[in-house]
C-alpha cells in the first residue's frame, strides 16, 4: 500500500524559500505525476502543481513564478520550492498521486500533510 | 482555469438523513470530476471518481452522479461517521481545481 510523507521546516521567514520534500513508500514513484495541494487554516483546497517522473511539470498559473518542483527517483521522492513566501502562504501542504485509469483521473493517496508558518 | 461552484456552503442534517451536495463546472469537464471528504485535522480522502465510481472501500452509503457541468454526491443515510467536509474536484484540465466545500454538520 502506497504511503506519502511530507517533510520540512514547520517555519520560514517572509521573502524566503520554502522547502518540502514527499517520500513515497510501498510503491515506486514511476509512471504517475505526483501534485502538492495546500489548505490555508478553515479555507479549501489550492493545487499548487505536479511533476511526472520524467520532470514534466505544470504549476497553477496563479503560483508558477514562485514554484519549482523536482524528483528523486533513487530515493521515491519529490519536492517543492516555493520562493518569496509572505504570510499568506501559510498553510497546510499536501502531497498526493495522481492516478489515471481510462478516461479516470483522481488524487489518491494523500500525504498526512505538514503545516508551514510563514512569520519573522 | 475551471471554476467549480459547490453548494450549499454548508448543512445541517439529522443521523438518518438523505443529504445531496451539488458541484457545478464552469465548462464541460465530461466526467472527470472527484469527491473527497475531510475530516478535522486529517487529510482529505478520496469517495468517488470519475464522477460516479465508488472508491474501494467506501461504504455504498454514498454515491455519485452527472455529468458536463453538474454533479451530485449523495449521501443516502447520514451516519455519525458522515460528518465532514466535503470537496468536489475537476481533473479534466490543468489547472486542477476544488470547488469551495460543503461541511455537512449535525443538526
Known amino acids: 500500500q502506497v504511503q506519502l510523507q511530507e517533510s520540512g521546516p514547520g517555519l520560514v521567514k517572509p521573502s524566503e524559500t520554502l522547502s518540502l520534500t514527499c517520500t513515497v513508500s510501498?510503491?515506486?514513484?514511476?509512471?504517475?505525476?505526483w501534485s502538492w495541494i495546500r489548505q490555508p487554516a478553515g479555507k479549501g483546497l489550492e493545487w499548487i502543481g505536479r511533476?511526472?517522473?520524467?520532470?514534466?511539470?505544470n504549476y497553477n498559473p496563479s503560483l508558477k513564478s514562485r514554484v519549482t518542483m523536482a524528483v528523486d527517483t533513487s530515493k521515491n521522492q519529490f519536492s517543492l520550492k516555493l520562493s518569496s513566501v509572505t504570510a499568506a502562504d501559510t498553510a497546510v501542504y499536501y502531497c498526493a498521486r495522481e492516478v489515471t485509469r481510462g478516461s479516470a483521473r483522481w488524487f489518491d493517496p494523500w500525504g498526512q500533510g505538514t503545516l508551514v508558518t510563514v512569520s519573522s | 482555469d475551471i471554476q467549480m461552484t459547490q453548494s450549499p456552503s454548508s448543512l445541517s442534517a439529522s443521523v438518518g438523513d438523505r443529504v445531496t451536495i451539488t458541484c457545478r463546472a464552469s465548462q464541460s469537464i465530461s466526467s472527470y470530476l472527484n469527491w473527497y471528504q475531510q475530516k478535522p485535522g486529517k487529510a482529505p480522502k478520496l469517495l468517488i471518481y470519475a464522477a460516479s465510481s465508488l472508491q474501494s472501500g467506501v461504504p455504498s452509503n454514498f454515491s455519485g452522479s452527472g455529468s458536463g457541468t453538474d454533479f451530485t454526491l449523495t449521501i443516502i443515510s447520514l451516519q455519525p461517521e458522515d460528518f465532514a467536509t466535503y470537496y468536489c474536484?475537476?481533473?479534466?484540465?490543468?489547472?486542477?481545481?476544488f470547488g469551495g466545500g460543503t461541511k455537512v454538520e449535525i443538526k
Open positions: 474536484q475537476q481533473t479534466y484540465s490543468t489547472p486542477r481545481t
Open positions: 511533476i511526472y517522473t520524467s520532470e514534466t511539470t
Open positions: 510501498g510503491g515506486s514513484i514511476s509512471s504517475y505525476y
